[in-house]
């Protein structure tokens, strides 16, 4: 079989489209972010990807019905600037080879449509939990790095410090090497025990701002606020805990 | 080498032939169903599939000899439907990559015989001990889903929440996406601890009746009731054992 | 690269030669057996196999010169009957598909010498020290099954259990399915805990009648003595301890 | 994609140029030399290496910008001899076969421009602190072993026991082997526990002498000294903590 199977539900003319991944990863933050984008844009469907370098594996609809694994690419016209096309997955290859090779495929494919620019979404995990969390970047040069200062994009000279392993990275990786792409990463701060919509919200604001979009962020701010609650009780336990463990020390 | 032999020991003519798959599993489910039926409708060894995506492994038959670890493909000429070709085999590939590729290769030959629909067999492994197993569904299409409805297949919205592992997934997800075949699995309900004929006894109920076959299942039901039998007798000493813990705490 | 580089050194003119296989496995019997072979017939490289499926590392000589791992091919020229190739290594493929890809292409290279028979030299590990070690068979076909017997080759309808892993069984799966050879696997019995040349010692003495061999044995045998008089010592030691621990009970 | 991407930055005419090797390992110590020697000798980038082979990943510039993990090759136009071809990276291959492929079109490269000899730098990890580290050598032939003796290297008839592993051993391997190179591998012994300038300077002492390098080496020979500093306050420390322990035994 072709490693990677690629089927075309539609061949949309695109105006210079920006690239915006979110796949499976820390705290889902990118994979949330990507896929509340493309349900408020009511972005439309064009690439499926089925690949050897997934999971083995069918998923299972509500109805009963089971599709198999894959990548999926959506396309935005957006009346205000450049069009997006929005890349969201059931999962990352599985292995370095199937990394590199989804991620060259992506690229080739986006290459096609006229893509020269990239923004990929991700959790940066910090294993604590966040009051607010900060957005961290990292970009393919620096004058996007100071661009998207503008935007509270925060870049820190010593973090990520392991770099950024998965999609995330390779695509501006590759996009720049292969495809002389630029683009831009941005990661949500966040504990990386559960699903993070809190710093999804985060991430959506800029994207919002930075393509001027007509997007309705209310919703993923009511999930973000939730989150808040959740760890805010969660703190006041732990406090609550360490000052029966003092008392018990004193009493 | 070629990544995957073919050997055909005969090329048999068709008629829209099911493909029915048993490979080894959860509680071997799958595979005790479908060389029950392969062994019952006395069907006719076709194709031999050896592969590197298989364990670099012999076997031995009882009376000294030895054979390469192979995937096999009976067919069975039925008299009152259409006609089976009954995938059986000692192991399934051996990494993400051989699991497509061998499941890509079974799609390829059947086709050459006409297959649209497809049939894959397996064990949903629950963790405990079961009375009665249900034999849990999931199809490629809203119209099948209806249809085995009818044959008491269980369809849950939630079940199995980590989708199909495997060549029983695959051959349906990748059947659909890249062959145009419709097709369904059936997974019979099991704790996943032992072999379990129990489950498989009821998977070929609905076999039997869905293909209107002419088929003895009598001694798959004995199998069946000594698997009932020895369960009945654990969850026994289970409840007199958990009896005198109670009494302990109580005396 | 070539996935498998094979460098000829000659290319001899031979006389339907059997292949004999000793790579490293369990207690590296059959390491063991096929070099003291080679050696003890003083046969002649003529071919080196370099592979990626191989690991990535280098060997040294006492003399501070190196080298990289490989596996090589011997050939005796037998005066008494049909030639011998020699197959000796550094290691076995390290995955599946390493696995296959070498005894694959050492079929090739074979085959083209005129090979159509193949003994494969093992160990069979049972975690126990051995007095006599037993040679367990498994053959490509019954006729074979046979004429082994007469040479006190133990068949078991239930041993090996697990099959036979590795070259030696993939050897002669892939020799009969793919090349049309038949062949043998000699499996001599072993505690698998070190290198045993006893049970090498009880392979060669049937290899060297099976093949009416001018080879002198003497020099395995001490080193089987060697490992008979070790064993019986820790026997000893075993038995002492456990009469103390008997004692302890009853004093 | 194609597995190894090959970016020339330049294409140099050298003078016989001699590979020198140091990536990633044991101590980080071939990595620390190759380095130090590079940007000592104001060495000249001419090809970047991408590869399937090395991890998925970017990583992070002190700037906020990224780039995809890589290997590279500097040249040095040496003018009191032959010319030399730095290799230095971020990782190493993460297979077997990654590493094969690799170090296969490292030579291939080399060979374009002249080479035919290959020095390879690593550690030798001992597992203990070392007052004054030993550079132990392996070499592809036995005229080489003895000129480098000259220059102090040690070559031990037993050492290293498990052979070289990774593109330091296999460069030599398969340079020798398939592109008739010769040449020598050199490990700084190393306690393994931590990045080893100590070994390095070792190293470059050897590399200054036999290539008759204009090198200043008296920052690495600083660095080599901090790291004697430390080692011998830890076995101070570990001397008075045995004697504490000594003592309460008595007391």
């Known amino acids: 079989m072709e490693p990677i199977i690629v089927k075309y539900v539609e061949k949309p003319e695109l105006n210079k489209p920006v690239l915006i991944e979110g796949l499976p ?18 972005a439309k469907l064009f690439v499926e990807i089925y690949s050897k370098y997934l999971p083995p594996q069918v998923l299972m609809r ?15 016209k957006n009346p205000k600037g450049r069009d997006l096309i929005i890349l969201v997955g059931d999962y990352q290859g599985m292995s370095s080879e199937g990394q590199y090779e989804l991620s060259y495929k992506v690229l080739e494919i986006v290459k096609e449509f006229g893509t020269d620019m990239i923004f990929t979404l991700g959790g940066y995990g910090t294993g604590q939990l966040v009051e607010v969390p900060r957005v961290f970047g990292a970009a393919t040069n620096l004058e996007l790095v100071e661009n998207m200062k503008k935007y509270s994009v925060y870049f ?20 720049s090497v292969v495809f002389g792409m630029q683009g831009v990463c941005l990661m949500g701060e966040t504990s990386g025990y559960f699903s993070d919509p809190k710093s999804s919200f985060e991430i959506l604001k ?32 732990q406090k609550n ?3 029966k463990e003092d008392l018990g020390y004193i009493g």
Request: glycine share 12%; hydrophobic share 35%; net charge negative.
């Open 241 to 243: 805990e360490e000052r």
């Open 62 to 76: 509500p109805d009963g019905t089971l599709y198999l694994v894959k990548n999926e690419l959506y396309y935005y």
């Open 206 to 237: 800029i994207i919002k701002q930075y393509f001027n979009l007509d997007i309705d962020l209310s919703e993923i701010e009511l999930r973000s606020k939730e989150i808040t609650e959740i760890t805010t009780q969660l703190k006041e336990e």
């Open 156 to 175: 820190s000279p010593s973090d990520p410090a392991g770099g950024i392993v998965g999609a995330a990275g390779l695509l501006l990786g590759l996009g």
């Open 25 to 42: 990863g820390v705290g889902n933050v990118g994979k949330i972010s990507a896929e509340y984008l493309k349900d408020k844009l009511n």
